[in-house]
């Protein structure tokens, strides 16, 4: 029996379709996606079920990804998407609710290019929820060394040096 | 969890502005630095607390110095070495005044020990200076060095000026990149003091008084002392305008004090071999002439009398002879002989009032007559205001040894030593 996926239900009822980390799909869901995002007037899709499906008018697909489209993906997928929004900032929203004393450092290292020195904001929201825990049995430095420790691995003194210093008065 | 083999430092944490991409480059411990221009870290990897502490003075380095300190240097006329070891300190000793640990230093004990030993095997006075200033606030290496260096006569001096101008650099506390400027100058004055002396014929066993390092550094150091490392250490007083008085020089005087050399046909070692086909006159003979000068400073301190300048007029015969005196904003001086004449007797007085205030002015105008070259003046030198400052008394020292002026403090001394230099004359 025949069950619709989300592509094939947003075609029927022109809705949005969101792919998360497009960048991670295989080649057969690239293919699949190359059909998908045809042309509204030739689209079409045969179902094992017999049925002749085409995009309802107002269906869109909006992919998102991290890293540079022109490196990872298939050209011709590629021109599926005319708009392009690169997104250089860690919403400000997610900073905000980091205590202000990481505030800066999450903002700053989520955005580094190169993936080993890349500290993303949810290691740096394990930190401060380990560092809280933690403060209830242990000394709020005592805390501060374990949550980093445990979560920053070799890079914790370096973490935790870094703050200190951007903490301080520059000039 | 993050897991890296290397351990990458945060510059970006630390770096004020903002959308800057830092790359970072592995290296030695000892090649260290940063290139703020082009965003690039170069540092040690590795997990010993040494590196991690190399890191650290880097990302200070990000933090607090600015982008072009060549810049700085040039505008106020320092030696980016010694500029380079004022910052290091205040990096130093900021990172351990805001929590870092500091204790480990950046470099290996036996490192420490062995530059060291190679710095006091080449008695190098301005290195060993340099070297002591920027380990000042780097734990471990600090007092390793220290230790090696103490029991040294010049060593104790670097380990004394280095804490001087830590003292200097905190005197406000929390010390901004001014502070690095303001304590560089005084550090290179006083190192512009310890320059090898240039050479001054003068009378046999003389030289020695102006000639050891160690001796020359701790007379600058007894200078410093004096000034203590409050603010008056480093504040700089202008000098006056020197205005030149030459009175019309009426009285011919006999004598020579000065010596030059001239061909001569009868000798023992020939200095002038290209003169053989032409007259054979290739040996050199000495013989006096007019020549050296001799400055005196007439300001109140000197307590100077017109019998005090008679005698030492009478002392250097056919030498240029001038003295000096200022009043608050500038000062005379006046030339009392040159080329075998002296002046009247009713101008052989202090040209102007009971101050200083043209000290170096006068000593320039010294420099460019002809040696030997004496001055007859106590040490004590002012600026405009009759203000007195370390890095004035430095700057009169360093010109002393750059140019072969040799001072004597009174007139009593002044004259044995122009005693000296006429009986030597052939």
Redo the contacts between chains.
């Keep these: 029996m025949w069950h619709d996926g989300p592509a094939i239900a947003a075609w029927r009822i022109g809705g949005r379709l969101v792919v998360n980390e497009i960048q991670r799909g295989g080649a057969d869901c690239h293919a699949l996606l190359l059909a998908i995002t045809d042309d509204p007037e030739i689209a079409q899709i045969d179902l094992p079920s017999g049925e002749k499906v085409k995009p309802a008018a107002g269906f869109a697909v909006v992919a998102t990804m991290n890293g540079d489209p022109k490196e990872v993906l298939d050209p011709a997928l590629q021109d599926r998407f005319p708009v392009t929004i690169n997104i250089d900032k860690v919403h400000p929203e997610a900073i905000a609710q980091l205590p202000p004393d990481v505030q800066?450092?999450a903002e700053?290292?989520a955005?580094?290019?190169?993936e080993?020195?890349r500290?993303s904001v949810r290691?740096w929201y394990a930190f401060v929820h380990l560092r809280q825990k933690l403060m209830k049995s242990y000394s709020e430095q005592e805390a501060q060394q374990l949550a980093a420790t445990?979560?920053?691995?070799?890079?914790a003194?370096?973490?935790l040096?870094?703050?200190?210093?951007?903490a301080?008065?520059?000039? | 969890m993050v897991t890296d083999r290397n351990i990458y430092p945060l510059p970006e944490v630390v770096d004020n502005k903002d959308r800057r991409k830092w790359s970072i480059e592995p290296t030695q411990r000892m090649g260290a630095r940063v290139y703020p221009k082009r965003s690039l870290l170069v540092v040690p990897l590795d997990a010993s607390p040494q590196s991690q502490m190399t890191r650290n003075h880097e990302l200070g380095h990000i933090r607090w110095s600015p982008p072009k300190p060549e810049v700085a240097a040039s505008r106020n006329k320092l030696d980016m070495d010694v500029l380079q070891a004022t910052e290091d300190m205040r990096i130093n000793t900021k990172l351990a005044d805001i929590g870092i640990d500091t204790s480990s230093g950046s470099l290996s004990n036996n490192v420490v020990k062995a530059f060291a030993d190679d710095l006091l095997k080449s008695n190098n006075v301005r290195q060993l200076i340099l070297v002591m200033v920027a380990v000042t606030g780097q734990g471990e290496n600090e007092e390793t060095f220290k230790d090696k260096l103490s029991g040294h006569p010049i060593g104790d001096k670097a380990i004394e000026i280095a804490g001087m101008a830590r003292k200097i650099m905190w005197y406000k506390g929390n010390p901004s990149f001014r502070d690095t400027v303001r304590t560089a100058k005084w550090l290179q004055a006083l190192l512009n003091g310890t320059t090898p002396p240039t050479r001054v014929k003068l009378p046999w066993g003389m030289n020695g008084k102006s000639g050891g390092a160690d001796d020359q550094l701790e007379s600058l150091m007894k200078i410093i002392r004096n000034f203590g490392t409050g603010r008056g250490a480093t504040r700089k007083v202008p000098w006056g305008k020197m205005k030149i008085d030459t009175p019309p020089r009426v009285h011919k005087v006999d004598g020579y004090m000065g010596k030059g050399k001239r061909a001569s046909d009868e000798g023992v070692i020939p200095t002038r071999p290209h003169r053989l086909l032409i007259d054979g006159r290739v040996f050199s003979r000495v013989r006096r002439q007019h020549g050296g000068s001799v400055l005196v400073d007439c300001s109140g301190s000197m307590s100077l009398e017109p019998k005090d300048l008679k005698n030492i007029l009478a002392h250097s015969p056919g030498a240029t002879v001038a003295c000096y005196s200022g009043n608050t904003h500038d000062g005379v001086l006046r030339v009392l002989a040159q080329d075998g004449r002296q002046v009247k007797d009713e101008f052989v007085a202090a040209p102007a009032g009971g101050a200083n205030v043209i000290d170096k002015p006068a000593l320039d105008w010294l420099t460019k007559q002809a040696r030997p070259r004496v001055w007859c003046c106590d040490g004590q030198v002012t600026g405009i205001g009759d203000r007195q400052s370390a890095l004035n008394t430095l700057e009169c020292e360093s010109l002393c040894r750059r140019s072969g002026i040799v001072r004597r403090d009174n007139v009593g001394l002044a004259v044995e030593l122009l005693k000296k230099l006429s009986r030597s004359r052939k």
Excluded: H, M, P, Y
């Design positions: 800066q450092a700053k290292t955005l580094i290019d190169n080993e020195r500290i290691a445990a979560v920053f691995n070799t890079r003194q370096d973490a040096d870094a703050l200190v210093i951007g301080s008065q520059g000039g």
